[in-house]
């Protein structure tokens, strides 16, 4: 095997170096916009012979920044996963900008599910079973959209109460009732 591709001279070889230049030829040469993780594992690793292929986990270790700090092709790694993301997310937005057929809804969707600061809220319900009360938790992605749920939150609203309905007579015609 090439020793430039080799971490250590024992060992199994480091596969890093020749897994990034053909993720790096996957990411110029397709579309993006629909990858996951496992997909981009997927086409890299069927580019390459089997003692380069990588495992799910490998790839998700190297994405979290598990690797030797003096790795210079571990940077170059972390670079390219952060420039595939702002790529779609740049397809998305322009998609979603340029759209005529009015149905810019679909692209608004991906980009809130896929990236976290465009999701305008997340709601969580926890239901207080000794008040009977619902709350409602809203977290912003940014400081705008933290001003627009308050503004939303501080509104003034009107309580309508339930009417009460007489029932002493229960002998009147299902018609003749008031509701």
């Known amino acids: ?74 940077k170059e790694f972390i670079g390219m996963i952060h420039l595939a993301l702002i790529r779609q997310k740049a397809i998305l937005v322009n998609k979603l900008m340029n759209d005529t057929t009015g149905q810019w809804t679909r692209y608004a969707w991906l980009l809130e599910r896929k990236f976290a600061e465009w999701n305008l809220k997340h709601i969580s319900e926890n239901i207080n079973k000794n008040e009977q009360e619902t709350i409602i938790q809203i977290t912003a992605g940014s400081e705008e959209q933290r001003k627009l749920i308050d503004s939303l939150i501080n509104t003034d609203f009107v309580e309508i109460k339930p009417k009460q309905i007489d029932s002493t007579n229960n002998n009147e015609d299902e018609n003749d009732l008031p509701f």
Not at 18 to 26: A, F, K, S
């Open 1 to 74: 095997m090439n020793n430039e591709f080799e971490k250590n001279k024992v060992g199994r070889p480091f596969k890093m170096q020749v897994w990034v230049q053909q993720l790096n030829t996957v990411l110029e040469a397709d579309d993006i916009i629909s990858y996951t993780d496992e997909d981009l594992v997927f086409l890299v690793n069927r580019g390459l012979p089997i003692d380069s292929q990588i495992s799910k986990s490998t790839f998700e270790k190297w994405k979290a920044g598990k690797f030797h700090p003096t790795e210079e092709i571990g």
